[in-house]
């Protein structure tokens, strides 16, 4: 009797200690809606349109949503589905090869697409400089004993279209960085960089060039000051290879200015590097399709390899809107398509029904979110992560986010504690009225969530999403 008595109480117990598990999970969840809802109605945000969503992946189950369906322009979170849909295509084992080889007399580029080819950044991380590449092109020619190429330089681009600058951004930004022209044969982020350079007070500037070209024909009209800050800049036209150099100068300073016809840069910033190589160029810069019969004769001599793991880290973290579009692109070529916006639109999308998303709706405009018409619901951009949470890219795109160690996040100082450190991956997003953030979190419990927001109009919504993201941590 006794015995039976007590395996009562203990079944007892067990069910009340299931039953306050129960009641703190549904207290937690309670404590974790109030607190975000009380962040996102206050009263700053009367004009806001919002859209949050959060996903516990390990639980597998939403614990909050704020109008998850409604459709808004998600600024740079629009990368994490471009990025994720690439990763998807091509798999993590993926890798850019641009060619270069010889072809009877002529030296002949195939470019494939790589949007950090030459860039400065990347190349900076493991010491080496923008025009190694270069360099690896003049050895192999020497080791060909080739002093001369009596015949052309080809720059073959046929993976991309030659619709470069994508219609729905601001033509009056085209010189910016951030507008680069997009090519399957890339250099430098397809700019100029030109470092001012103070001189005598009231006399003109001097300037250094990277890469150190004469591409593009500059006007200095930017004059030395001794007090104040620069107010400097370069300005150049949409279809023009000629810019200005404009404004005060007081202190040394880098402005990047995009170039007309990147390929072309490439070609003319090869042409001149081998030249003090000691290497001359008999024939002509070519840039354009070249059908496989031309080419098949093509006797490669040197080959530049690039992970995709690579670039998605530099689309993510760094938000290049270039390697975005790039990718975006890319995901449209193959199976006798030529990669365009247009066909990245609609494999982009065919990826987004494949993995469950809603589309109804939505519209991908660019791959890099600059593009005001891109909409997108924080559901769709959650559901993209939880798919990539679950594949077995998981490791290479989590890890292809900002972080408060690294990329746009370390930049702007969020999530910078110790506390923050392997628990927090990112990826920010703004253009004029529009915030987001989105990506993966972990809690006090250890669990990983999946979340995404998305804020348009009205005033500054950036500390708001990491206080959100901070919520989410504590419960």
Excluded at 141 to 169: A, C, M, Y
Excluded at 186 to 202: A, E, V
Excluded at 301 to 311: E, F, L, N, Q, R
Aim: proline share 1%; hydrophobic share 40%.
């Amino acid at each position: 009797m006794g015995r039976t008595h007590s395996r009562r109480s203990i079944k007892y117990v067990c069910l009340l200690l299931a039953a306050w598990s129960i009641v703190g999970q549904v207290l937690a969840a309670s404590s974790l809606t109030t607190q975000i809802n009380t962040l996102i109605f206050d009263k700053r945000y009367k004009k806001a349109a919002f859209s949050v969503s959060v996903f516990d992946l390990t639980a597998s189950k939403s614990i909050y949503s704020f109008r998850p369906e409604r459709l808004l322009i998600p600024a740079s979170n629009m990368k994490l589905v471009t990025t994720a849909s690439a990763l998807d295509r091509f798999g993590g084992d993926y890798q850019f090869v641009t060619k270069v080889g010889l072809r009877g007399n002529d030296l002949v580029i195939v470019g494939c697409g790589n949007p950090i080819l030459g860039d400065a950044v990347f190349l900076g991380k493991s010491g080496k400089k923008i025009d190694s590449f270069f360099d690896s092109i003049a050895i192999a020619l020497q080791q060909h004993n080739i002093t001369e190429i009596k015949g052309d330089i080809i720059l073959e681009t046929s993976l991309f279209d030659d619709v470069r600058f994508h219609p729905s951004w601001n033509m009056k930004d085209a010189d910016k960085w951030y507008t680069a022209q997009v090519s399957a044969l890339n250099y430098n982020d397809n700019c100029l960089d030109i470092t001012f350079k103070p001189s005598r007070i009231n006399q003109r500037v001097g300037y250094a060039l990277s890469p150190d070209t004469s591409y593009m024909q500059l006007v200095n009209k930017c004059v030395t000051v001794g007090k104040g800050h620069n107010v400097i800049g370069v300005s150049r036209k949409y279809d023009s290879n000629n810019a200005t150099l404009f404004g005060k100068c007081r202190n040394t300073q880098t402005v990047y200015v995009t170039v007309d016809r990147p390929a072309s840069f490439f070609g003319y910033a090869l042409a001149e590097f081998l030249g003090k190589k000691g290497i001359s160029i008999k024939g002509q810069l070519i840039e354009g399709a070249f059908t496989r019969e031309k080419l098949k004769d093509l006797k490669v001599i040197v080959a530049d390899h690039t992970t995709i793991g690579s670039v998605i880290a530099e689309c993510n973290q760094r938000s290049l809107n270039l390697a975005a579009e790039c990718l975006f692109k890319l995901v449209g070529s193959g199976a006798g398509d030529q990669g365009s916006w247009q066909s990245g639109q609609q494999h982009v999308k065919q990826f987004l029904t494949t993995i469950g998303c809603a589309t109804d709706g939505i519209v991908l405009d660019d791959g890099s979110g600059l593009s005001r018409k891109n909409l997108l619901s924080t559901e769709v951009i959650v559901t993209v992560l939880k798919h990539m949470y679950r594949s077995q890219n998981r490791e290479l795109f989590m890890h292809s986010l900002a972080t408060g160690q690294v990329g746009t996040l370390k930049k702007s100082r969020r999530f910078k504690e110790e506390k923050f450190r392997g628990k927090v991956f990112a990826k920010t997003g703004f253009i004029s009225g529009v915030w987001s953030l989105g990506g993966y979190c972990q809690n006090s419990a250890g669990r990983w969530h999946a979340f995404s927001m998305l804020a348009n109009k009205g005033v500054s919504a950036r500390n708001t999403m990491d206080e959100i993201v901070k919520v989410i941590m504590k419960n």
